[in-house]
């Protein structure tokens, strides 16, 4: 088997059997492209450990960053993994090999003054409002862009007061939504009917009537953040942190910030803890008599 057939079977199998998402399985593509790129004239099933160290030792050296090499690391070793399951290798040579250390960074979040500034735009036109909802409810219940250009019609629950949200791998959750969010989304749901097209189920949908993109998305977020004179980098990934935050730092509940979020693991909710400390510290040195040097 050929390498091209061996990453169309993988991205086959990541599609249909593990269910990952088109954009996720054109990002493993894409990894994969490279490594068939740099084996060259060395089928896959003949890489060594040593080769894979000094792909990725050229890699780092051409600038390639900690993060994107450890991505790229990863699937690499899904493939092989795959490809020995189908008899087609008999050992990952990826196994053992390790990528830079990446530089630990915070996640970038709003105050709760700059969310709720952001959240409270003007709704005068029917885009507007529509705007008004989706970021009342990403900062309300922590989604994910892609979750929320995914929700239906069928997804809020405004008697419970949550909704029902297909996160990574195809999992669904149900998440709270606050009253303002609510309020908005029925404000929004009061004139879609003049922009959606007939048979769309989407709650939300772009002028033409069909479901918003998740570029739309990003575009109208990082306007209304110049608009309304909030940090111009603000997207809706900031939205999300903020709310994991805001909620650890009022409940410190952990656990329960992590499946609001869809989180696998508390190792990716616990970022959030770090926030915690170092807005305590920001008050320790604001307030304690003895917290700055004289």
Known sequence: MSAASQRSSFLAFLATER???PLTCKHY?????KLIELAGETPLEKLQTHHIRRFIANLHGSGLSGKSLRRML???RGLFDYLGRQGLVSNNPCTGVRTPKIEKRLPQTLSPDEAIKLVEITHDTTAARRDRAMLELLYSSGLRVSELVG???DSINAQSGEVRVTGKGNKTRIVPVGEAALAAIGEWQAVRDQLAASNEIALFVNR???RLSVRTVQTNIKRWAIKQSVN???HPHVLRHSFASHVLQSSGDLRAVQEMLGHASIASTQVYTHLD???LA???DSAHPRAKKR
């Open 74 to 76: 990863s699937a690499w």
């Open 232 to 234: 111009a980098s603000v």
């Open 19 to 21: 269910r990952l998402s």
């Open 29 to 33: 593509g894409r990894d994969i492209n």
């Open 151 to 153: 929700l239906n019609l």
């Open 282 to 284: 920001k008050i320790y």
């Open 208 to 210: 033409f009537g069909k």
């Open 277 to 279: 400390f170092q807005h």
